[in-house]
């Protein structure tokens, strides 16, 4: 089944007639993921989609098989066909059957240049629409409130999130000598054993020596969890596609006063932030909030204090800081909290060798009303 | 360490010069990734590397103190100094450090479309080599061979999957009624009992109900994995950023006389393309032969023979079908094995109703001589 509505899908080719824009593309494959190809058909992967601008859907996938059971298009190409070419298979499209003496392409910004350059190369009598991010845009928008079906199962997946940091805090008491690997197990597995399908990312599981670094790399290591100092888990639960995303903040043992410090400034940049969040309250002024709180004690934030929560586990909207070029500028567009929206918030304060700590949950937005659909809070042991 | 020899870098400089582009440009994000980002850099994730003519390079990262402790590079650009807006930051070096009156950036063809856009209306100055596809085959013919400090990584990830394959054998005697997803569960904890850092990739694990998919979604369910009929495993492990990649063709009970020819095409297929390869030989041959016996016994593969191992599962170099259209036709160039390829060979037999039937194995090509280096072999219980 596809996630996207009736009417937001008319939304869509509103904006194409607007644009002048004669077919929408939307690609996904290995290393250029784009999830609105499921938004938009239901089919989860490695395809092309193509829609005009009268609303008629064309799927060109890689499996065949796959898109017959997952897809809800007007149409399946079959590559086969095409010497597993599927721009030789969208040429015939466009100069057979969708025929017109030049076709305005409006592509998505995520599409890699390399398809786009072999596209043109291959059918000279394409044109791209001149702003790719504005296709962005109208997706971001659309998907930025989410339907009741959506709903349901990123409420899910919050919950099925809730249920493990008990398990995280039953390691942090049970295996003092647990690795970060270790919990990162336990956390993959009692998500499975809770209905989840998968993790939403791979968990990052940092000690005191590595929750300064924001994204661990490696996610999770061979060292144990419990040193002295700030730690954080940072995890989510995929759930029918449908994403959460938790950090819960550990301290281990006495705390300095600078990390004490460090562990307040989190709290208080996250209850400030929440504190404000309300309908139509601009989502810059919330992310602008908790930086300030940040700032006050000499903390920065290098990223945005918060994302949308749906089909990824970044998805629109963004509660970030407001554009710093002109040309982000030019396309920016004020948006505020809007009923149906779902999003985590996570400010943070790190400090190389003092640690890190964050604190992240996620919240929805309905009937007017802001409800915290995660139960993160700073743990101590 | 960055993986990147002072001579494949040199040829890549060579290249930079013979095709006039003053800038190489390669960006590694959320949702874009490209592994040349760590390949020249030792910078695992999320940054644009710049590269001039005369060699200097220039990272700019999301996380500073991750690349003081990943890199080598010429010089660290703190994105936080232009208030965390990477355009900036490059429009600064191009405009006031890299001065002249116009800049060609060679652009790796994944790049996404936005970001060209996006850089270019920020930096009016730039002009971008009109062939991404050039930057993209220098880089794979530079990570097509293997360096011995990359081909140690290989076979210790080839080491463990083998390894893993007795527990899956374990798996099918000992838990008849398991699920794929249980299936999963064991072979991500053996490879990480067995030091791997990782999966290469979440295991496609499926029974005879979905075995024809190919690419399995979700890549492992809830359904019993032993249903009598034709199943796979396609894992990998990830061993210090090296991946290897398997797969092993199960079959359970008795099978219906199509079922026997599916999985005898398989191991023929399998067998044929094994036989020829050698040094020199073209890779699409190696292609053909394998698709040429499936074709006899009326089966097809929609994918390709073949791919290269290392950073990436799916590396140079790709063992496929040639090039079916004007464009890809014209940048083609035959490719023949060669001493220090490291690559993955994977023919299979599908049909829905029956399953499918897949073999796959990793070969390192050293000393002019070809060695299997996983041992994969089709099971039946």
Redesign the interface.
Known sequence: MKPITEEKFESILKFLEEKKIDVLMITDY?????VNLQYLSGH???ATILINSSGESILIP??V??AEK?SEVDEIIN??N????I??AMKELFENRWKKSSITVG????????????MK??IPGIKYF????QI?QVFDKVRATKTEFEIKKLLKAAQIGTRTIRDIQDFCINTPDGTE?DLS?IV??KI?DYGG??VAF?PLVANSSRA????Q???ASDQRFGLPGLALIDFGVKYQGYNSDITVPISFGKLSDEQNKMRELAIKSYEAAIEIIDIDVPLWKIHDTAEQMLKKGSY?M??SLGHGLGL?V?DSPSIS?KP?????KKHWKEETIQDGMVFAIEPGAYK?GLGGQRLENDFLIRNGKVEIITNSEPLNF
């Open positions: 290995e290393n250029s993921r784009n989860p992967t490695d890689w499996d098989s796959l997952h590559p086969a095409f010497s597993f070419n721009f030789l592509v998505h910004s995520m599409t890699t240049y390399g398809f786009i350059v072999k190369a291959i001149e702003e790719p991010i962005k690997k197990f993959r597995k499975a399908d998968d791979e300064h670094e924001i994204h790399y490696p996610f920065s290098p990223y990824t970044h800081r710093t070029d002109e040309y982000s190389q």
